[in-house]
Nanobody
């Protein structure tokens, strides 16, 4: 059974940091690119960042470049999203997703497997 389980969300003040984790099981993790998406209230889901299956290529949405860092540990079947300098507009439910297509980047329809999401709230 395929599972992607996000963790690490919470409430943080503007300028603060959080690290999200995405633990995968039920598929050959090392063959899949992994991405983070987010959905804010009343808005469509958007791509945030992705990392290729071999961890040699990453992509970031313009809104998070220089603040967020994606990484993966294939030995632990886990992907991380380090989020620094958080802003109120980063408030959203964050989802991780997996695709066999290393070129999918932030293209939502290309992702086959999805987690349930973790809430990130940036507020003072």
């Amino acid at each position: 059974q395929v599972q992607l389980v996000e963790s690490g969300g919470g409430l943080v003040q503007p300028g603060g940091s959080l690290r999200l984790s995405c633990a995968a099981s039920g598929f050959t993790f090392g063959y899949y690119a992994i991405a983070w998406f987010r959905q804010a209230p009343g808005k469509e889901r958007e791509g945030v960042s992705s990392v290729s299956s071999s961890d040699d290529s990453t992509w970031y949405a313009d809104s998070v470049k220089g603040r967020f860092t994606i990484s993966r540990d294939n030995a632990k079947n886990t992907v991380y999203l380090q989020m620094n300098k958080l802003k109120p507009e980063d408030t959203a439910v964050y989802f991780c997703a997996a695709t066999i297509d290393d070129y999918a980047l932030g293209t939502e329809w290309a992702y086959e497997y999805w987690g349930q999401g973790t809430q990130v709230t940036v507020s003072s």
